[in-house]
C-alpha cells in the first residue's frame, strides 16, 4: 500500500514526487512513508527546450531536464518510479486501487498529473472537462476545487487546467504536496532545506 501514488511524470509529477519525498528523513511523521509514480513518458517536456526556466542550464532540452529529474528523485529512497499506463482508479473505502496495463496496485491518496492531451483512465469520481486556458482546441482538464477533486484524489499541473508553464505546473505539484503534508500533519507544512543540508 502506497500512501500516495502519483500518476505521471512531468512537471507536475516531479513537482508533487520531490516534494514529497524530500521530507522523508526530516520529520517523524514523514518517516516510512511510501510514493510512487507511474509514468507512459510522453510528457510535453520531451518536446521542449527551456530558456525561460528559472535555474537550469539556457536552452537545456527536455529529455535532459526529465534525465536530471529523474536523477534527482532517485536519490530519494521513499519514491519509486515505473514506466506504464494506468487505465483505472477504483475508491473502496479508505483507499484507492489503481489498475495499469500490467498490474494493479494500492494507495490512500492518488494525485493526477497526466497533462492536457487526453484522460481516458476509467474513474468514477472524475468529471473531464475543456481546457480553456491554452492556445490549441481539444485539449482537456479535470474539475477540480483548488486542485482537489474528492477525498484523497487530487489534480495537478495541466490536467488541473494550469496555464502550459512548466513553472505553473511544477509549481501546482508541489503546492499538492504540501496540501497532503497538511493532512498528514493537521497544520501549514512546507518541505524546506536549509543550508547546512547543501551538497554542492
Ligand atoms: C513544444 C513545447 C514547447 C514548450 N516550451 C516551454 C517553455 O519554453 N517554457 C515553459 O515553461 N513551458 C514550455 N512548454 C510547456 C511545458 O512543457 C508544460 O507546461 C509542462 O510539461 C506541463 O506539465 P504537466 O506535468 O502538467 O504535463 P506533462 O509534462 O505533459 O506530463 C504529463 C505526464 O503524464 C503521463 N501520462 C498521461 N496519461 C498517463 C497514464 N494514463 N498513465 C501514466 N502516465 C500518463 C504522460 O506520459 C506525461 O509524462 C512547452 C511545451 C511544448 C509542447
Do not use: R
Not at 92 to 120: L, R
Amino acid at each position: 500500500m502506497y500512501d500516495v501514488l502519483i500518476i505521471g511524470g512531468g512537471a507536475a509529477g516531479y513537482g508533487c514526487a520531490l516534494t514529497l519525498a524530500s521530507v522523508e528523513n526530516k520529520f517523524e511523521w514523514a518517516k516510512n512513508k511510501k510514493y510512487l509514480m507511474i509514468d507512459n513518458q510522453d510528457s510535453d517536456i520531451t518536446k521542449a527546450s527551456f530558456f525561460n526556466l528559472a535555474g537550469v542550464d539556457f536552452g537545456i532540452g527536455g529529455d535532459s531536464l526529465i534525465k536530471k529529474m529523474e536523477m534527482q528523485l532517485s536519490k530519494f529512497k521513499s519514491c519509486s518510479k515505473i514506466c506504464d499506463t494506468v487505465t483505472k482508479i477504483e475508491k473502496s473505502d479508505d483507499y484507492f486501487t489503481i489498475s495499469t496495463q500490467n498490474t494493479t496496485y494500492e494507495a490512500k491518496i492518488v494525485v493526477i498529473a497526466t497533462g492536457m492531451h487526453k484522460f481516458d483512465i476509467v474513474c468514477d469520481n472524475v468529471k473531464v472537462i475543456e481546457h480553456t486556458d491554452v492556445m490549441k482546441p481539444n485539449k482537456v482538464c479535470l474539475e477540480n476545487n483548488n486542485n482537489l477533486i474528492s477525498e484523497n484524489l487530487y489534480v495537478a499541473g495541466l490536467a488541473s487546467g494550469a496555464k502550459t508553464m512548466f513553472a505553473i505546473a511544477n509549481g501546482e505539484g508541489a503546492k499538492v504536496a504540501c496540501d497532503i503534508f497538511k493532512i498528514w500533519t493537521g497544520k501549514p507544512a512546507v518541505a524546506h532545506d536549509n543550508l547546512k543540508d547543501k551538497l554542492i
